[in-house]
């Protein structure tokens, strides 16, 4: 197989491309895309960093080109729809820099609590002042590691070695404790009261900016000390800033910012501040991290092409393709509902059950299930998950997932039941198709509907009295905001009623707020979901 080498790439993952008897390299780095397009299709693999730009142009006529490595986790100097639609697998590196950053993390800390960076600049300007300087030791203390996956994992093994007693908390996940060295908490709120050091390793998504604002910072002792290695505005940075000067916080050492270099006034005060530690985002930026990196994308690429395992695919070309008719139109429910039932329930994710009922159940179905955990895991990751790598994100953080399947029916002939548990509550969605390709939401937690998961979704939950959807409609209409679609189901025992709308425009927080404000509303959630295609969206008359 021949592999282009497009970007400047590390020794390592050249040396051992080299060594492989089945395969031939071409080193050019510094293409242009126009120049770029003349010779991709030669080649069966391309391994890139950030440096080269692989556009639609060059990928109009891939050629043998099967496979794309990137030595490095973004992707988006890559056409990644397009490189899908013409079949070419596209591969990062996500785990390349995890010891790296982990001991970035912890080098912070050290580094913050002994107070290095203002003693050296002490020495450099001739003084002499070890009072002024005295520092912390971090055996014995409590350390807190806000999201446990990989790299907060690594942090808090490390941590214990250093005689650290380690508490590990994960807003998505539930976890287990690595070696059982970390006492898993529940909640947020016990980090900030009990730690001693609060590290962040969560990606940055709609539930984590700003995680740790003025509410989290009060919980805390005024001697805690914050490090920030992960995605920048996870600790509000007006917030820190505030406590820091009132004396709230003793420090904070900061590796990443909203926007890189930092802009706002808030950031440029923090990276001023006297008990603050600013780096450039330093957190990948290892020898050893780069070396990593080079030789996974060299290693994966070659796995791929290969005909072996495929590791890390931010696409899944194909998949679809090989499911029988029957199971074609499931492929969008399965997805839609996995992305419906993690927006509408709290909590870490400890359990997935999935029920095939009917005609379906004589397949196999598991590609289905591997669909409805991308879209169950994708608002809680920082990275692009899809068939790929859905299961092994799942073992990772210790979701059970059990599948069933059954030919006993309900009312339906082909039905598909979800069950989540998390750490606060379980819930249960049902769906199936109607008419052959219409992907249809027919119950949530027993409240019988008919919803179509696409689009501006509204869920609630709220007492059975009259009057509630005039209500919404009140809202909504006073806001601009278009009611499409309204489903709704009641329990005559429970008191309550379900209602499911379909907006053609977004409802905004201020808007929610409002409908959850309503005297009726028990509870009441906004999501956003991909538009149906144009032939699978309604029913004909």
């Not at 709609?206 to 805390?220: D, K, N, R, S």
Request: aromatic content about 4%; some cysteine; glycine content about 10%.
């Amino acid at each position: 197989m021949k592999i282009l080498i497009a970007d400047k790439l590390s020794k390592v993952g050249v040396d051992w491309l080299e060594q492989q008897n089945d395969v031939e390299i071409g080193i050019q780095p510094g293409l242009k895309p126009e120049e770029l397009a003349k010779v991709v299709g030669e080649y069966d693999g391309m391994i890139i960093r950030s440096g080269v730009k692989v556009t639609a142009d060059v990928l109009s006529e891939p050629g043998k080109l099967r496979g794309i490595a990137r030595a490095g986790v973004g992707v988006d100097n890559v056409d990644v729809p397009v490189a899908t639609q013409k079949g070419v697998i596209v591969m990062n590196t996500p785990d390349g820099n995890t010891l790296s950053t982990a001991e970035l993390a912890l080098t912070l800390m050290m580094a913050l609590s002994r107070k290095i960076a203002p003693a050296n600049a002490s020495m450099r300007a001739g003084e002499w002042n070890r009072k002024a300087f005295e520092g912390t030791q971090l055996a014995g203390k409590t350390l807190g590691v806000i999201g446990m996956g990989r790299i907060g994992r690594a942090v808090a093994k490390r941590a214990h070695a250093l005689e650290m007693r380690v508490l590990g908390y994960d807003p998505f996940f539930v976890g287990t404790s690595p070696e059982g060295t970390v006492e898993m908490v529940k909640e947020l709120d016990e980090i900030c009261k009990r730690a001693d050091y609060i590290t962040v390793h969560v990606p940055k998504s709609a539930e984590t900016a700003g995680m740790i604002g003025p509410e989290q910072l009060a919980m805390m002792k005024p001697s805690v000390r914050l490090v920030n290695a992960a995605r920048g505005g996870i600790i509000q940075p007006e917030a820190l800033l505030e406590a820091l000067n009132d004396g709230k916080v003793a420090g904070a050492a900061l590796d990443v910012w909203t926007k890189e270099p930092p802009e706002s006034e808030a950031e440029k005060a923090l990276i001023q501040h006297p008990n603050v530690l600013a780096v450039p985002h330093l957190g990948a930026s290892t020898e050893e991290a780069q070396d990593q990196v080079a030789l996974d994308a060299a290693q994966q690429l070659v796995e791929a092409l290969r005909g072996g395992e495929v590791r890390n695919a931010v696409n899944a070309p194909g998949f679809g393709e090989a499911l029988p008719d029957i199971l074609q139109p499931y492929v969008e429910l399965t997805k839609r509902m996995g992305a419906l039932i993690s927006g509408i329930t709290p909590g870490a994710l400890k359990k997935v059950e999935v029920i095939y009922r009917g005609a379906i159940s004589k397949y196999n179905v598991s590609p289905l299930t591997t669909y409805l955990l991308a879209g169950l895991l994708q608002p809680h990751m920082d990275r692009v998950v899809n068939v790929i790598n859905a299961p092994v994100l799942a073992k990772e953080r210790g979701v059970e997932v059990e599948q069933i399947t059954t030919e006993k029916m309900r009312e339906i002939s082909r039905l598909v039941e979800v069950t989540i548990t998390t750490d606060k509550t379980q819930r249960s969605v049902m769906g199936t198709i109607f008419g052959n390709k219409f992907p249809r939401i027919i119950a949530i937690d027993g409240y019988r509907m008919e919803m179509r998961p696409e689009g501006h979704v509204v869920v609630i939950l709220n007492d059975d009295r009259p009057g509630a959807l005039g209500q919404y409609g009140t809202t909504f209409g006073k806001h601009n905001i278009n009611i499409a679609d309204m489903t709704f189901s009641r329990k005559k025992r429970s008191g309550l009623a379900m209602v499911g709308i379909n907006l053609d425009q977004p409802a905004t927080d201020a808007v929610m707020d409002e409908i959850r404000a309503l005297e009726m509303v028990e509870q009441a959630w906004y999501l956003q979901l991909p538009e149906l295609p144009l032939d699978e969206r309604e029913e004909p008359l």
